[in-house]
């Protein structure tokens, strides 16, 4: 148990790992009055299905939900943009107390005429269930009179955590998935789940099992299409990165359709050569397996020796991480050791109990692993284990800034590419150009 | 309006939700910790929204709203929250703001704040206001938190110790300026907010709970005493406001203080450009009975020496503006000043009086220009590209219109998200001013320099 000063329902969320190795709580609702850097269910379903760019996006409730998700992932597509308009029917004080379902009517039938999506999703936020709306029978009434497939969304903000709002974006996924019937030719077909194609990612990735010879049905929802996703149902393996969003999913699928799935990262050269290998082994396909050997060989060819400067200019610093994924975490230790980065704090603000146990076996004794923290925890730590370098989002960047340390920003706005080899390299960069900043030298003594 | 027609929903919202505001407002008070009565959500969205722009720690607390507490009430968790946001920041006041949720379901936060009080009579003080976000917008919830600090704090004492300012939603670097102005008229005075520090501060040797500076409790339980207010604006919290036992009250911290000690409220417009700046340093000069220092009769100079100097380069340009009501209110009336042409005002604000107050700035002289409250940015969009206008002013959220006319986008305001400094530009003044007619002049001359075949570097 770790000593320094933590609120008393999160004591058991914090953890010094020793060599017994301990039990963290987690999947918790956060803590009323901790300053916990989570967001909420809506936010956990927006960002999932976000990047479905030939679907409409419909946020029915009061302008601000609309107005903090507008555009901020950095998750590209190569056609259409319609996911990076935001939508909403804006609710004012009338329609608190008359009720919100003429206007989410009116607006679907305007959006649709106007944006022809392929489908809808209509995101219910906290108050929606209060005021008395039928969210459902409005979508269902709106997809009667226009032939375009309306998913609600149930995602008010307070009925559980992030988490649940993976949940929630998934069971409209799953209502997707199956609606259609065009089959690939190919020999080995499997679906990406869970990446979302921030900077491009999935391109890279996609390439790489292009070139073994995989093809890819439907990723979801990175570079997502809806009708990619009806035909999810046709493809014979579905690989689940950030296992956190996408696992229910996945679980369905395996019931529904008799999908196997796969947990895989494509951060860092070890997770990501393995997501090449697990695929290789599924199919028990040799020429897969030495496609995927020599992918990977040419690969680390050029990355390892590129890697080298880093790894020499890096030797010896100390990482704190704290991310959304779990998932992301326990490939960032991994891929911050091969440039020679210990980590010394980690955590996520969606990890489940295998993940911890992961990273507890994972990481030195005496690293903090944390569930769910917050700025004043964060900080402690960071200063107390003498951090060099700190991998976060927006909300930990001034934190490490403001004390004088590196930062590389792994969160879902970011402009630049981590995954895959290509990414090792920039990941690499960016550790190295923050963390070996002259700047620094001002601030810390 | 738009809820009278068939409803067209909200398409890239111009504005934020209540609660921000309120909580911009609140980081501008000394030892302070906001805490947002709702869902987890709104506190990390605002937060996250904020540090993006001032990028500095912000913290805001949030009472985690549970199926719960939407059912029976937000009782439990707020007090909770009080009393972890007491044990982790040891904060000198907890401000609190409301959201869509809590007040849908009717929560009594002054009710609950008391509790909390009664039991543990060493709590700090408590501030709280009414900030739904399906009522007004981020500008409303600035205004409205201001009024509660004050509703919450003041109190008579002394008489005329000194003058009360209100700022609009200013940068930093534009509340640094009020400073240095009342400093220069050795005046004593009572800026709120005042996060110049808490949201542009420096680093630290060690990472501090609640960053330094802000008002301090002190000095806003003066607020009472003063010889007057200056607040800043027309529009304020018009179509905010706190709902209390006698209705919807919509003062500002200007007007309460006025009605309730006799404070007399001075209401200026935003000092940007010349006009509007003079009209700021003779009333100061007038109700402190200082002379305007030499030091602004200089700037002044070098303001108007600026404008001969860029002059043409910006006369008869066709603008579009966007941001909060008071904000495109006195980007206006400066923008007149320089001969700029006002082709589109567009704000998100829904105060109603957006029209009526930029007729009062054309002086029956001037065309109106075309302006659209309410507005999104789809619509600002649609009307842009038949108005085809050669500059776009405003925040970083326009860039997108600003990119497919292939015009210069000026960024003032908040938020700059796209750029850093958004918290170190300076509005106001002479000094801000000046900044500001460089920027749109330097704008203009870049896009001539960069669309030339030849690439000159000497005009």
């Known amino acids: ?445 | 309006m738009k809820e009278e027609k068939e409803y067209i929903a909200t398409r890239n919202a111009c504005k934020l939700c209540n609660p921000l505001g309120a909580c911009l407002a609140y980081k501008g008070i000394k030892g302070c910790v906001p805490l947002i009565h709702g869902s987890q959500g709104c506190s990390t969205y605002i937060r996250r929204y904020m540090i993006s722009h001032f990028r500095e720690p912000v913290d805001i607390a949030s009472s985690n709203f549970t199926e719960e507490s939407t059912i029976f009430g937000g009782r439990q968790n707020c007090h909770q929250a009080v009393g972890n946001i007491i044990k982790q920041y040891n904060p000198e006041i907890i401000a609190a703001a409301t959201t869509c949720l809590s007040e849908t379901i009717g929560d009594d936060i002054e009710k609950y704040l008391k509790e909390y009080k009664a039991e543990f009579p060493d709590a700090p003080d408590f501030i709280y206001a009414n900030t739904p976000s399906y009522q007004g917008t981020h500008a409303d919830g600035f205004h409205e938190a201001v009024a509660a600090t004050v509703r919450s704090l003041a109190k008579r004492t002394k008489k005329n110790t000194h003058i009360n300012l209100f700022p609009g939603m200013y940068s930093p670097a534009d509340l640094r300026y009020l400073k240095r102005v009342m400093d220069n008229y050795k005046t004593n005075y009572v800026l709120l907010p005042d996060y110049s520090e808490t949201l542009d501060g420096s680093s630290w040797s060690e990472y501090k709970k609640i960053p330094d500076g802000g008002t301090s409790k002190e000095a806003i339980i003066t607020t009472a005493d003063a010889q007057a207010s200056i607040e800043f604006g027309a529009i304020f919290n018009k179509a905010g406001g706190s709902t209390n036992k006698n209705g919807r009250s919509k003062e500002t911290a200007a007007s309460y203080l006025e009605t309730t000690f006799g404070v007399p409220a001075l209401r200026l417009p935003w000092p940007v450009g010349v006009e509007a700046t003079d009209l700021f340093f003779k009333t100061l000069s007038e109700v402190t009975g200082v002379e305007k220092p030499d030091e602004y009769v200089k700037e002044r100079g070098r303001l108007i020496d600026a404008y001969a100097d860029g002059h043409k380069y910006v006369f008869g340009k066709k603008a579009v503006i966007y941001g909060e009501e008071d904000l495109v209110l006195s980007i206006y009336r400066f923008l007149n000043e320089i001969g700029v042409d006002t082709i589109l005002i567009a704000s998100g604000g829904k105060s109603g009086a957006l029209a009526s107050e930029i007729e009062k700035l054309t002086m029956g002289e001037m065309k109106m220009p075309e302006i659209i409250d309410n507005a999104d940015f789809e619509e600002i969009a649609a009307r842009s590209r038949e108005l085809k206008p050669d500059i776009m002013i405003g925040h970083s959220k326009g860039y997108y219109i600003a990119r497919e006319l292939n015009i210069p986008l000026v960024r003032i305001g908040f938020p700059i998200h796209d750029r850093l400094g958004g918290q170190r530009l300076l509005h106001i003044g002479y000094e801000g001013t000046n900044d500001l007619f460089e920027k749109i002049v330097n704008a203009f001359i870049e896009k001539n320099q960069e669309s030339s075949e030849v690439g000159y570097k000497y005009m």
């Open chain 1, 1 to 445: 148990m770790a000593t320094f000063n933590i609120l008393e329902e999160r004591r058991k969320q914090v953890l010094t790992k020793t060599a017994e190795g301990g039990e963290i709580a987690c999947g918790k609702q956060s803590t009323a009055g901790s300053v916990s850097q989570r967001a909420c269910v809506f936010c956990g379903s927006r960002v999932v299905l976000y990047p479905i760019a030939d679907a409409l996006h419909l946020i029915h409730g009061p302008v601000g939900c609309a107005a903090y998700t507008w555009d901020i992932r950095g998750s590209l597509s190569s056609g259409p943009q319609l996911h990076r308009l935001s939508f909403s029917t804006d609710l004012n004080e009338k329609d608190v107390v008359f009720g919100g379902e003429k206007k989410l009517y009116q607006s679907l039938i305007k959006l649709i005429e106007t944006y022809q999506p392929k489908a809808a999703f209509v995101y219910s936020t906290c108050i929606v269930g209060v005021i008395g709306d039928d969210v459902k029978a409005v979508c269902k009434k709106v997809e009667a009179e226009t032939g375009i497939t309306v998913l609600p969304v149930m995602s008010e903000g307070f009925s559980g955590t992030k988490k649940d709002g993976y949940k929630a974006a998934c069971d409209a996924l799953e209502a997707l998935v199956g609606t259609g019937n065009e089959r690939r030719n190919g020999k080995y077909t499997i679906n990406i789940l869970g990446d979302f194609n921030l900077a491009g990612e999935l391109w890279m990735l996609a390439g790489y099992y292009r070139k073994m010879g995989v093809d890819i049905v439907a990723s979801i929802t990175g570079d997502g299409r809806i009708d990619e996703i009806r035909h999810a149902h046709t493809a014979s393996l579905n690989l689940v990165q950030c296992s956190g969003s996408m696992m229910n999913l996945a679980k369905s699928m395996k019931e529904k359709y008799g999908i196997p799935f796969k947990k895989v990262s494509y951060f860092g050269i070890e997770d990501m050569s393995e997501a090449l290998y697990e695929v290789a082994r599924f199919f028990e396909s040799d020429e897969l397996m030495e496609k995927a050997r020599a992918l990977v060989r040419e690969e680390i060819g050029t990355l390892l020796p590129a890697l080298e400067k880093y790894r020499k200019a890096l030797k010896g610093k100390k990482a704190a991480i704290y991310v959304g994924g779990a998932f992301k975490a326990i490939s960032l230790v991994k891929a911050l050791r091969l440039i020679g980065v210990q980590t010394v704090v980690v955590g996520s603000q969606t990890g489940g109990p295998d993940d911890y146990a992961l990273l507890q076996k994972l990481c030195d004794e005496g690293t903090y692993i944390v569930d769910d923290s917050n700025p004043l925890e964060l900080s402690h730590m960071v200063q107390e284990t003498g951090a060099d370098i700190f991998i976060g989002g927006v909300k930990e960047r001034p934190i490490a800034y403001k004390i004088g340390i590196g930062f590389c920003d792994h969160n879902h706005e970011r402009k630049l590419a981590l995954a895959g080899y290509e990414g090792m390299i920039n990941f690499a960069e960016e550790v190295y150009a923050s963390a070996l900043s002259p700047v620094w030298k001002f601030i810390r003594k």
